[in-house]
C-alpha cells in the first residue's frame, strides 16, 4: 500500500498524472495525491472533482470484480440441474489425490476432462499423476535427508508436504481447464471409491515401492 508520506516527495506534475483517466495507480493512491494537492494550494472546479470522485470509485469497482472474479475462479460450482454435465466433483478428487496419490485423482480429473472434450489436458493429467510417482519418492528422500532434526510432527511430515503439493497441482489444472462458473451434477461416488480401494490395496502390498506415500508414513 502506498503511504502518503511517499507521494508527499513527488512534485506536484507528477502527482496530476494520478489524477488522469487511464492511470494504473489504485484508488487509494489517487485519493492521496488529489488531497496532496489541495493541501498544496491547488484549487479544483466542481467538474474536475466529480470526475476524480469517479475515477476513484471505478477503480473501486474494477477491484471489487477483480477480486470477485479470483474467488468465482476457485468456486466447485454443483448443481441439481438435470440439464448440467456429470462430473467427478472436485473436492473428491482433491481428497482422493492427497490422501491416495496423484494417480486415481489424475484419472478422474482426466476424464472429466474427456466429457469436457479437453484432450490435450487430459493426457497430460494422466502423465502428470504417473509421473509425480517418482517425483514424490525422490522429493520425500531429499527432504528427510536435508533434516537436520527428526521431526514426527504430523505436520511438518515430509510425505505430508508431498502429498499436498500433488494435490495442489491437480487443483490448478482444474481451475486452469474447467471453465469458470461452469455448473455439473456430481458424477457417482462409486468409481472414485473403487478406484480408491483398489489403489489402497496396491500401497499397502507394495509398501516398499510406495515408501514415500501418505499412507505408508501412516502405517509406520
Known amino acids: 500500500m502506498v503511504k502518503k508520506s511517499v ?3 513527488l512534485s506536484s506534475t507528477e502527482l496530476e498524472s494520478y489524477l488522469k483517466a487511464g492511470n494504473r495507480f489504485t484508488p487509494e493512491a489517487v485519493l492521496m495525491a488529489f488531497e ?17 470522485c469517479q475515477l476513484i470509485q471505478y477503480k473501486k ?12 475462479m476457485w468456486e466447485d460450482n454443483i448443481t441439481e440441474d438435470p440439464q448440467a454435465i456429470k462430473l467427478f466433483p472436485r473436492n473428491i478428487i482433491l481428497l482422493i489425490s492427497f490422501i491416495v496419490g496423484t494417480v486415481p485423482g489424475s484419472i478422474l480429473l482426466g476424464i472429466n476432462f474427456i466429457k469436457l472434450k479437453k484432450y490435450t489436458p487430459a493426457v497430460f493429467t494422466f502423465i502428470f499423476g504417473f509421473i509425480y510417482l517418482p517425483v514424490q519418492y525422490f522429493l520425500v528422500a531429499f527432504m528427510h535427508k536435508i533434516n537436520s532434526q527428526n521431526v514426527s ?4 511430515s515430509p510425505e505430508v508436504f508431498a502429498a499436498a ?4 497441482f491437480l487443483l490448478l489444472l482444474w481451475a486452469s481447464y474447467i471453465p469458470k462458473k461452469l455448473p455439473y451434477r456430481a458424477a457417482s461416488y462409486i468409481f472414485p471409491i473403487l478406484i480408491s ?20 508414513s501412516l502405517a509406520r
Do not use: A, P
Open 7 to 9: 507521494l508527499g516527495k
Open 36 to 52: 496532496i494537492l489541495k493541501e498544496r494550494g491547488r484549487t479544483f472546479s466542481e467538474e474536475e472533482k466529480t470526475q476524480i
Open 61 to 72: 469497482n474494477q477491484e471489487e470484480l477483480k477480486l470477485q472474479e479470483e474467488q468465482e
Open 153 to 156: 510432527s504430523f505436520r511438518k
Open 165 to 168: 503439493l500433488g494435490m495442489l
Open 197 to 216: 480401494l483398489v489403489m489402497i490395496m496396491i500401497i499397502y502390498t507394495n509398501q516398499n515401492l510406495f515408501s514415500s506415500h501418505f499412507l505408508v
